[in-house]
RNA sequence: UAAAGCAAUCGAAUAAUCGCGCCUGAAUAAUUUUCAGGUGAGGAAAGUCCGUGCAUUCAAGGACAAACAGCCGGAGAAACUCCGGACGGCGUGAGCCGGUGGAAUAGUGCCACAGAAAAGAAGACUGCCGACGACUUUUAAAGUACGGGCGAUGGUGCAACGGUGAGUUAAGAGCUUCACCGGCGGUAUUGAGAAAUACCGGCCAGGUAAACCCCUGUUGAAUGCAAGGUUGAGUUGAGGGUUAUAAAGGUUGUCCGCCUACCUCAGAAAAAACCGCUGGAGAUUGAAAGUAAUUUCAAUACUAGACAGAUGAUUAUUUAGAAACAGAACACGGCUUAUGAGUUGCUUUAUUUU
RNA sequence: GUCGAAGUGGCGGAAUUGGUAGACGCGCACGAUUCAGGUUCGUGUGGUUAACGCCUUGAGGGUUCGAGUCCCUUCUUCGACA
């Protein structure tokens, strides 16, 4: 689980984000991209999304999320986030496909997500 | 030994590394950050099917209406709740299941098709009879398109106005004729009561109330913690703004006037903060009362409280090589549904051995 | 989290106080018309079976002689509240 500073909040903070319309899709997971940092010392925010239409399950969804945010907190321990500090915010929407996923799996992924951006 | 029934219990464990929410303490200007310590999801947290507390608004007297409940007794804050019993049904049995008031204390509706007739004791079908009256033939009697008597017979249907057998009769029929059975009412006894048992009676009364309805009982109404309360940045409007006692600046050099800062009041109010927010009709253990549900008393411990919303990842070992159903969002009492592998106790049936 | 509505052939959508489920339209199949296609007209169309029959209104029970309809439990879908 990432800190609290990490991560996205407000919901309008989150309809800003989907309103720039840049994306990224793979393995039943979508990651939105905000728009480019104003001021550099600000941190990039993070949101992780599964929808209720997902799975009707608290525990598959809640499960998806928690493998998504460890994933992502390895990845910025580490340091391989590439050129994702650019940008103000981040969101990983979970969807169907990614629901019988393991770890391992989850964090290719991602990975190769946070590679692709420019 | 096998197969069942009922009840109870458990709801993965240990270690290492990385990591998160909340609380406490220390450092810090600080609500930030750092360090240390503590603590962190269920038996159903679920479905939202019932019932409460709590909060706000309206009402507060009486009656009706409406909704809900519906064998009896008890428990409980209340409940489509629980316990014990009655009756009915299922099972060889241990046991299990039941929305179980009223259809002779009122009334209405419906019962398709078929059928004579579907609820008023009725006779238009198919039939039976010819005792009585009438008529015909004949005079021992026989017959019937008559007046009538009958409701047994046939078929229909979920259901045909008690059932089976005998007697009686012209033919027949519960026909206050008989035997047995079912149902109804009354009386007596037993019981706290539901009800049970016995006797007597008249002589039979269709089903449906999860159709309207009647009876008895209960309930102020509505909205749900996104209830609701407190503080309120910025903004808007009104008044004051050298004419009360402090009071700045702009518009042209001065004055008036106007505007702003500023002061007072009012409304509305955030992507803000705090309260509500967890110690309770509570849990565990023991004792007493009770068949039990439960109640009373005593002791013990109390340890989620978030707000894009905390329990995760990796590795190793073990049970069973890879553990089911499933995630708190104000709280509590039930019900219902989902659920892996086991463990324990009592009981029943069958088989074998002694 | 709270509250409300719906579920019927491949699709939309009927079925009045409980009484033969699938009207009607679209689609699909076959045939006719045409040199051919379209249009138009006719017939058929839930599942299973050789046929009779049996099953079927999201699922499972109940009341009733008889449930799409009445009652209970449950599943799925949709909507409202910010």
Known sequence: MLKKQ???KNKSAFTATYRVK????????TLFVGLLKKD?????????VVSKKTHKRAVRRN???????ESCRLALKSGELYNSQKYMSLIFVGGEHALDKKFSEVRNIIKDLLQRLE
Do not use: A, D, E, Q
Not at 23 to 29: D, E, M, Q, V
Not at 40 to 48: P, W, Y
Not at 63 to 69: A, D, H, I, N, T
């Open 6 to 8: 990490y991560r996205l």
């Open 22 to 29: 840049n994306s990224y899709h793979k393995g039943g997971i």
């Open 40 to 48: 550099k010392n600000s941190l990039t925010k993070v949101g992780f």
């Open 63 to 69: 499960r998806l999320k928690r493998l998504m945010r």
